[in-house]
């Protein structure tokens, strides 16, 4: 079964600060994304990392997918309170259709 | 707005009623799925349609849960004899799988229903 573990599972922090916050399985996923979800509201998409070793950027977020294409993090640079929320990442395997969630990080950035 | 859709937003019932809830997908998305989600959860995957055929059933979805997608389109969850656990945030996502290389399966979510049963 494949699983993916994220941490840390909360995280409070001061608005300026940097963050990075991790995703972790001990299987290959042939792709992994990143949702951010609001309370009351569906997930919605930020990234896609497909490529061992790729790194992408969105503003002041920067993924980075492993080497191994078996684990993930998700750096934060300068946070804001407009980052608050659940960050959830999820991986679609090689040969399955579906794909797998982690249990997310619940950021709050205190003004 | 052409983002996926879900009715209702919100959903009290008493236990033992049943409720039935409809996801609109974004409409050149072949693949639609179902999720739930309780607090402190990532989601859980319940099922997913390819065009009108129901592909896969997750172990989560006991008898009492039915789901149809009659024409490819929108789809429907429904919920038998509801029990106070199956309280939780049904979550509907659409995509269009990529396949090749670099397979992926991004997956565009509605703003789910969330459902109490007392």
């Known amino acids: 079964t494949q699983l993916l573990e994220q941490s840390p599972q909360f995280l409070s922090i001061q608005e300026g600060e940097n963050l990075t916050v991790y995703c972790n399985s001990s299987?290959?996923?042939?792709?992994l994304q990143w949702y951010r979800q609001e309370p009351g509201e569906g997930p919605v998409l930020l990234v896609t990392?497909?490529?061992?070793?790729e790194v992408k950027k969105l503003k002041r977020l920067t993924f980075q997918f492993g080497d191994a294409r078996k684990d993930s993090s998700l750096h934060i640079t300068a946070a804001q309170p407009g980052d608050t929320g659940l960050y959830l990442c999820?991986?679609?395997?090689?040969?399955?259709?579906?794909?797998?969630f982690g249990k997310g990080t619940r950021l709050h950035i205190l003004p | 707005d052409t983002g996926v859709s879900q009715d209702p937003r919100h959903k009290i019932t008493k236990r033992g009623q049943n409720v039935t809830f409809r996801c609109d997908p974004i409409?050149?998305?072949?693949?639609l799925y179902w999720y739930r989600q309780t607090l402190g959860q990532g989601p859980e995957f319940l099922t997913y349609f390819q065009n009108e055929a129901q592909l896969e059933k997750s172990r989560l979805l006991s008898d009492r849960f039915s789901a149809e997608r009659p024409k490819g389109s929108f789809s429907t969850l429904e919920i038998q004899r509801t029990e106070q656990g199956d309280s939780a945030m049904y979550l509907c996502a659409s995509s269009f799988p990529l396949r090749g290389a670099n397979f992926r399966d991004e997956q565009f979510f509605g703003p789910g229903t969330r459902l109490t049963v007392l």
């Open positions: 990392v497909v490529t061992g070793g």
């Open positions: 299987s290959v996923f042939s792709s």
């Open positions: 999820a991986g679609a395997g090689n040969r399955d259709d579906k794909i797998i």
């Open positions: 409409s050149e998305h072949n693949r």
